[in-house]
T-cell receptor, first 110, second 112 residues
Framework: DVKVTQSSRYLVKRTGEKVFLECVQDMDHENMFWYRQDPGLGLRLIYF???????EKGDIPEGYSVSREKKERFSLILESASTNQTSMYLC?????????FGPGTRLLVL | DQQVKQNSPSLSVQEGRISILNCDYT??????FLWYKKYPAEGPTFLIS?????DKNEDGRFTVFLNKSAKHLSLHIVPSQPGDSAVYFC???????????FGAGTTVTVRA
């Protein structure tokens, strides 16, 4: 059974703080993704990675960066959190048939 | 510009009846389509998929239909059950590219 875990379910941060969201998958998948989900907008792709140390921008990368030092771990970084980054963040990994999602991190930036 | 559109934000259906969810796409390069189900405070879970070489795929109570000429797909749930109350997302990809484009979602409420 594929498992994708995210380090936090809920986070509250202040404007300007640096925020790290961690994601780990246990199925040796090469492809990993970060999305944010907002009401009425569905899931929007922030960044993805095809392999260790590789990253590609998604549709809305501004204000975010990522790190993939190990195959199983993909981190999303908010360099200086802003209130418009308040959202649900979802990590996923891909096995050639579908993407498997983690439980999500609900981030509130005050 | 959203390439995958779910024009109905919500759907209410009586238990035991059919739920029909619709999805339209604009990118002719898309050749693989998926439906996900999402409960509040959980990540989306994969429901069913269809490749562009087919026009129908069935899995238990769930059937997905694809009309390539109209760039339209639909998900049928028969019979609808209370546990089906959730947000349903349509997604599409070009298989040469692992990225998925998602619709905005349809919230389904199954009434007892």
């Amino acid at each position: 059974d594929v498992k994708v875990t995210q380090s936090s379910r809920y986070l509250v941060k202040r404007t300007g703080e640096k925020v790290f969201l961690e994601c780990v998958q246990d199925m040796d998948h090469e492809n990993m993704f970060w999305y944010r989900q907002d009401p009425g907008l569905g899931l929007r792709l922030i960044y993805f990675s095809y392999d260790v140390k590789m990253k590609e921008k998604g549709d809305i990368p501004e204000g975010y960066s990522v790190s993939r030092e190990k195959k199983e771990r993909f981190s999303l970084i908010l360099e200086s959190a802003s209130t418009n980054q308040t959202s649900m963040y979802l990590c996923a990994s891909w096995n050639s048939e579908t993407q498997y999602f983690g439980p999500g991190t609900r981030l509130l930036v005050l | 510009d959203q390439q995958v559109k779910q024009n109905s934000p919500s759907l209410s259906v009586q238990e035991g009846r059919i739920s029909i969810l619709n999805c339209d796409y604009t990118n002719s390069m898309f050749d693989y389509f998926l439906w996900y189900k999402k409960y509040p405070a959980e990540g989306p879970t994969f429901l069913i998929s269809i490749s562009s070489i087919k026009d129908k795929n069935e899995d238990g109570r769930f059937t997905v239909f694809l009309n390539k000429s109209a760039k339209h797909l639909s998900l049928h749930i028969v019979p609808s059950q209370p546990g089906d109350s959730a947000v349903y997302f349509c997604a599409a990809s070009a298989r040469t590219d692992y990225k998925l484009s998602f619709g905005a979602g349809t919230t389904v409420t199954v009434r007892a």
